[in-house]
């Protein structure tokens, strides 16, 4: 199973980025995906999660500016960020809960990452 995470660059601030992160792999399902962020010097945080079914949360930070959502046809996850801000810069990354198809246990995958620079 692999997570590839795309969609960062540099955007000037009160700008918008749409972060994806697409799951490949012997996948039977995917319970819980998240967005993580790290900035320079910062421990990594969780940004926002959202269940198999949809229900979605987020930190304090991005409330009413960022959307998580995903289409589980694709098998991806989605970070809209608007009103960005130049403490929204960071590296992010996706990470999702995978039932694999050999296996019932609940794996944690993790994507390589993808960079968000707001500055003007």
């Known amino acids: 199973v692999q997570l590839q995470a795309s969609g960062g660059g540099l955007v000037q601030p009160g700008g918008s980025l749409r972060l994806s992160c697409a799951a490949s792999?012997?996948?039977?399902?995917?319970?819980?995906m998240r967005w993580y962020r790290q900035a320079p010097g910062k421990q990594r945080e969780l940004v926002a999660s959202?269940?198999?079914?949809?229900?979605?949360k987020y930190a304090d930070s991005v409330k009413g500016r960022f959307t998580i959502s995903r289409d589980n046809a694709k098998n991806t996850v989605y970070l809209q960020m608007n009103s960005l801000k130049p403490e929204d810069t960071a590296v992010y990354y996706c990470?999702?809960?995978?039932?694999?198809?050999?296996?019932?246990?609940?794996?944690?995958?993790w994507g390589q990452g993808t960079e968000v620079t707001v500055s003007s």
């Open positions: 990470n999702a809960d995978v039932i694999a198809v050999v296996t019932t246990t609940i794996t944690q995958y």
């Open positions: 792999g012997s996948i039977f399902s995917i319970n819980a």
């Open positions: 959202i269940t198999s079914g949809g229900t979605t």
